[in-house]
């Protein structure tokens, strides 16, 4: 059995979008990339999620 990849879409602030496009594009990665590099440290128990919080988001210099 061949098991296709999947897709989902979600909603979050414009301005954490337009901040962490900036940043993965500063840092030649797509946003894509980085969700499934969180996804899987998640996964593998290498990273816990912190609580949520309403984000409080400070540009980078």
Known sequence: MVHKDKSFRFRLPQELFDLAEAKAQREDITLAQV????MS?????????PPYREIEVKPED
């Open 35 to 38: 969700l499934r590099r969180f």
């Open 41 to 49: 440290a998640w996964v593998a128990g290498e990273i816990e999620l």
